[in-house]
């Protein structure tokens, strides 16, 4: 493989997300191209699609109830779960959080959230660790954006982020309706009409809300 950096400067375009047009972002204008071209680079077909390469529906609400509502992450430690691009986290610092961690298995995320909160005056931290089901590392406020895609992954981390809202920890999530969005113990704080791609999404705007994950 060749250097992620390199290949996402060479393979997307600086955008500002339609909710969020004070943050930019290295992102794709098709996914069809940018996928064929992560699988050809690591030589392997089948691979989850770059979601770095998109800002999502629910990373964006929730970047903009951040950005309008600093209090909630102002001087408090975070983690940014499933970051994708870095949107989220990058988000939380803009709005004054201590500190940010954000989290993607994908080397290519990690890679991609580095350029974009360089691209953006922001420093943060990247790991590409699985956190999910471990201990809380001292984060005061975990924000999720747009992980409820595929069951089995989002029940892991319901168990998972539920536990740590009984510890005390504050946990957000933006999300546009998705399938596997938990249908209970969820507080509804705002929402959202976000533009999206219909390549993306099958339509032009998905209404999108910012939940308070609750511990039941
Ligand atoms: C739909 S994207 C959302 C990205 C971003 N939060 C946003 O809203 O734009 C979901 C992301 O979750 C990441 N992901 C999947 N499983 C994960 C895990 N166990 N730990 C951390 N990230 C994970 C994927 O690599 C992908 O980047």
Redesign the pocket.
């Known amino acids: 493989m060749r250097d992620p950096a390199d290949f996402i400067r060479r393979n997307t375009a600086l955008h500002e997300p339609p909710l969020i047009p004070e943050i930019r972002l290295h992102l794709a204008s098709e996914i069809v191209p940018i996928w064929q071209m992560t699988e050809e680079e690591l030589q392997e077909n089948g691979l989850?699609p770059p979601?770095?390469a998109?800002?999502?529906?629910?990373?964006?609400a929730?970047s903009r109830y951040i950005l309008d509502n600093p209090d909630v992450v102002s001087g408090k430690n975070v983690l940014?779960?499933?970051?994708?691009?870095g949107?989220?986290g990058i988000a939380a610092k803009m709005a004054g959080a201590r500190s940010v961690l954000c989290?993607?298995?994908?080397v290519f995320?990690e890679q991609a959230i580095i350029l974009n909160a360089a691209e953006n005056q922001t420093s943060l931290t990247a790991t590409t660790e699985?956190?999910?089901g471990g201990e809380n590392r001292g984060w005061q406020v975990i924000l999720?954006?747009?992980?409820c895609?595929e069951g089995p992954?989002a029940a892991?981390?319901e168990a998972w982020l539920r536990r740590l809202v009984s510890e005390g920890v504050e946990v957000l999530i933006?999300d546009p309706g998705r399938t596997y969005l938990p249908k209970s113990g969820l507080e509804k704080l705002v929402s959202y009409a976000v533009k999206t791609t219909r390549e993306l999404e099958d339509s032009d705007v998905r209404n999108t809300s910012v939940w308070r994950l609750l511990a039941v």
Do not use: E, H, K
């Not at 940014?80 to 691009?85: E, I, M, P, T, V």
């Open positions: 989850p979601f770095w998109f800002a999502w529906a629910g990373g964006q929730l940014d779960f499933g970051s994708g691009s949107l989220i989290a993607d298995i994908d995320a699985d956190l999910v999720v954006g747009d992980m895609y992954l892991r981390i933006g």
